[in-house]
Each structure stands twice: as structure tokens, then as C-alpha cells.
């Protein structure tokens, strides 16, 4: 089965100090893995992709296999970097993107 | 900027009444995506299409929704008859290529029933 887990709902840090949101997934196959950011009341936006291999504003994302994880990572946070994330799984055949139940980032100044 | 466009923002209906969202894809984009987003189950897949095809409904209510894509620039889901629970905000997303990845969102359709 296509699973993702994010553990944590709400993860509140302070301007400037770092931060790491948890995402875990479970798939047979080779995972195609992403995440999507979502501020106030607005759309999802694709944050970044595992194979882009790519640091989009200050965040990047390794996929480790061996841990089957695909956390995302920032060094130094800032106010505007609050909102909510999503990790996603890519589908094969037949199946669409599974997102995890995201987590809630709060900056704080 | 191309995106995905939706219609209705913003929604509140009674109870019992038909509720009918629509979303335009991006133009070439060959996958269409329903998820409804609420807060105790965050993101849910209700419909998913590739070039206008249904794939997987699996997780939309079949007695009381329904999606369709009378053509490449529309799709549409529609509650009949709709009920408090339905309240949610529902996304439509498109992508491009054979599984679909790398989906882009609408602004949400924000449906109040009451």
C-alpha cells in the first residue's frame, strides 16, 4: 500500500532557528516524492520534487531510502515560511499523488 | 502564468440542495484531480481522470457525488443531494505526463452547507 505519514500536525520554531518537518512513506516501487506548501487560504503550490535535487527559498529535501523518509529541512527559518506542508508520493499506473496530513509550521519573530 | 481555474470560490448552500463546482485544467494538461481538504482528514482524493477518462473514484461518496469531464477545458463534481459534512474546501488539480506527478492546484471551491 501508498502510504505517507507526517507525524507531526503543528511544529512551531522561532525566526532564525532551524527547521526539520518529518515525512515517512511506505511504497514497493520506486517512490517519486514531493512537497507542496500551502499558505493562508490559498492554493497549494509545489514546494519541490525529490529528483529536481533542488534548494527552493532555503529549503531542500533528500530522499533516503534506506529510512524511506523525504524530510524537509531548512537552516534558518523565517516568518513568511509559515503555513501549512504537505509531503506527497507519486503514483505509478493507475494511482494519483497520496499526500500525508500535513504539518503546520509557525514561525514566530 | 497558466493555472488551474475553479469555479465557485466560495459556496453556502442549504442542506439538500445541488451543488455543482467546476475547474478549468491547464491547457494541455492531460490529468484531472478532486481532493477535498478538511481539517480532521486533511487531503483527500475523491476523482482522478487521464485524458478525460475516469481512473479512480474510490474515495468520493457514489450515492451522492459524482465527477465528470464533458471535455478536455472542464470537469466537474457535483453533490446532489449535499449535506452539513460536505462542507470542505474542494481542489481540483492538473498534471501533465502517464502517472501524473508534479500537480498543480486551483484555489479551492469553499463549501459551506448548512
Known amino acids: 500500500a501508498q502510504r505517507v505519514t507526517q507525524p507531526e500536525k503543528l511544529l512551531s520554531v522561532f525566526k532564525g532557528a532551524p527547521v526539520e518537518l518529518k515525512c515517512n512513506y511506505s511504497y514497493s516501487g520506486s517512490p517519486e516524492l514531493f512537497w507542496y506548501v500551502q499558505y493562508s487560504r490559498q492554493r497549494l503550490q509545489l514546494l519541490l520534487r525529490?529528483?529536481s535535487r533542488e534548494s527552493i527559498k532555503g529549503f531542500t529535501a533528500d530522499l533516503n531510502k534506506g529510512e524511506t523518509s523525504f524530510h524537509l529541512k531548512k537552516p534558518f527559518a523565517q516568518e513568511e515560511d509559515s503555513a501549512m506542508y504537505y509531503c506527497a508520493l507519486g503514483g505509478t499506473g493507475r494511482r494519483a499523488l497520496t499526500f500525508g496530513s500535513g504539518t503546520r509550521l509557525q514561525v514566530q519573530p | 502564468d497558466a493555472r488551474v481555474t475553479q469555479t465557485p470560490r466560495h459556496k453556502v448552500t442549504e442542506m439538500g440542495q445541488e451543488v455543482t463546482m467546476r475547474c478549468q485544467p491547464i491547457l494541455g494538461h492531460n490529468t484531472v484531480f478532486w481532493y477535498r481538504q478538511t481539517m480532521m482528514q486533511g487531503l483527500e482524493l475523491l476523482a482522478y481522470f487521464r485524458n478525460r477518462a475516469p481512473l479512480d473514484d474510490s474515495g468520493m461518496p457514489k450515492d451522492r457525488f459524482s465527477a465528470e469531464m464533458p471535455d478536455a477545458t472542464l470537469a466537474t463534481l457535483k453533490i446532489q443531494p449535499s449535506e452539513p459534512r460536505d462542507s470542505a474546501v474542494y481542489f481540483c488539480a492538473s498534471g501533465l505526463g502517464r502517472t501524473g506527478n508534479t500537480i498543480y492546484f486551483g484555489e479551492g471551491s469553499w463549501l459551506t452547507v448548512v
Open positions: 525529490h529528483i
